[in-house]
Each structure stands twice: as structure tokens, then as C-alpha cells.
């Protein structure tokens, strides 16, 4: 069973956690309970189950350089917000620890769950998407791509 993990209500509570923790992701889910039970995703265009749980990354680069991580915490919040939309109500940000197991069929991470370490609250995708907006690059939305043939 899931314990209720805290809820992050700023996008500087976030930068702090990912400066305090590494091996953080970020799922998109409706029922993080009912995905740890199955422990894996599915293959939304064939089907295929995978080894484990959809994620992406929350561990800043080393690339990044000296970049704000508030930037880089907004950054990974915007890059898959669709799913938001696309999941219909209910659908969330969670922050996971984990394990790597996998390589899903858009080459995201999958994961073997270890802790619900918190949810991410609307006000944070709010002031995520606020943030990127002020980075004058209009064209660059998140990485959607048709719905249908996403991993979930």
C-alpha cells in the first residue's frame, strides 16, 4: 500500500529536494498504487508489457553546468505535461526513488519503484510553465506526440 507522500507546493521546494536527493523521477499517474502492484507500464501502440514503471529523470545533469536548477526542475515538469491532459482527470506528477531496470520504447527510464517520496501540486506545474515561458523559445512544447502511442 502507497503511504500518502507530501505534497510539493512550489517549484523551490522541488529545486530543494532535487539538491538534497539524487535517483528521483518524475511518473505521471492517476494510481500510483495500482502501478506499483503491477510494477509496469504498457506499451500504448503494441501493447507489450515493460519491465517496469514509465519515468523520467530528475537527477540534473552534468551538462547542465552552473544552470539554475530551478530551471532544469521546470524543464522536466514542462517536457512531459501532455500527459497530464492526454490521462484525462485525476493524472498527477508523483516524484519516485528508484532503481533503473529498462529502456521504454521512447527510451525513457523504467523503473522498479522504491518510495512515493511526494506529488507534485497544479500550482507547481503552473510555475513551471511560467518559467519556460519567460525563456522566449515558443517553439519548443513539451515532447508530445500523438496520443495513442505513449508508454503508460
Request: proline share 6%; aromatic share 6%.
Amino acid at each position: 500500500m502507497v503511504s500518502r507522500p507530501p505534497t510539493i507546493t512550489s517549484l523551490s521546494e522541488l529545486t530543494a529536494l532535487l539538491d538534497e536527493r539524487r535517483g528521483l523521477f518524475i511518473r505521471w499517474s492517476r494510481d500510483l498504487e495500482r502501478d506499483e502492484a503491477s510494477g509496469c507500464s504498457r506499451d500504448s501502440l503494441t501493447g507489450a508489457a515493460l519491465p517496469g514503471l514509465s519515468a523520467n529523470p530528475l537527477d540534473v545533469e552534468d551538462w547542465w553546468g552552473n544552470r539554475p536548477v530551478r530551471l532544469w526542475a521546470a524543464r522536466r515538469l514542462h517536457d512531459y505535461s501532455h500527459l497530464r491532459r492526454e490521462r484525462g482527470p485525476g493524472v498527477r506528477a508523483w516524484v519516485l526513488s528508484g532503481r533503473e531496470v529498462g529502456r521504454g520504447p521512447d527510451n525513457e527510464p523504467l523503473i522498479e519503484c522504491h518510495e512515493a517520496v511526494a506529488t507534485v501540486d497544479d500550482a507547481v506545474m503552473e510555475e513551471a510553465e511560467q518559467l519556460i515561458g519567460s525563456q522566449g523559445a515558443d517553439a519548443w512544447g513539451p515532447l508530445d506526440r500523438e496520443s495513442g502511442s505513449r508508454a503508460g
